[in-house]
């Protein structure tokens, strides 16, 4: 029996140099504007700060194992980025309702509020930079941008992980 020969079409690497290039134009564009949204809400909350409030209203209260294991972060750099969101007023620290001792972190009114806020002036900043684009070519954007993100994090998880021991 003959072998079975990779029918997966050769890469292009000009293709792919164009897509690392875009990545990282795309990477310094967000970075520059920090994709913060329009108006006076515009670049008022850094990426960490969103992201962790984000996950906090999509997921509800949690401890800050769970919150990290959840956005690939360790538990020192949560911690870190939660200080000044609870000095703020932004997220509460609650005991645990089945052990007092453990610390669950959640999104407080004025959390909420402030982080509706920002989604509002980033959804209206998704409007603008993408006028003109149709429905489909929007949602096949998120769908790849989506892929490409997850792909990026398995990937880092993948490092992360310990290798398995060799004999």
Sequence with gaps: MPPVQDMTPPLDPGLLDALQHQVAVFARRAE???????????????????????R???????????????MGIDSSTVTRQVAPLVDTGLVKRTSHPEDGRAV???????GQSRLEEVRSSRRELMAQVTDGWTEHERE??????????????????????PSAPTS
């Design 140 to 161: 096949s954007f998120c769908t790849l941008l989506t892929r490409f993100n997850s792909a990026l994090s398995a990937r880092q998880s993948a490092a992360q992980e």
């Design 104 to 110: 669950v972190l959640q999104l407080s009114p004025r």
């Design 56 to 70: 906090l209203d999509l997921e509800g209260p949690m401890g800050v194992k769970a919150l990290a294991a959840g």
């Design 32 to 54: 520059q504007t920090r994709l913060g949204g329009v108006g006076q809400v515009r670049n008022s909350m850094d990426r960490a700060a969103y992201l962790l409030l984000n």
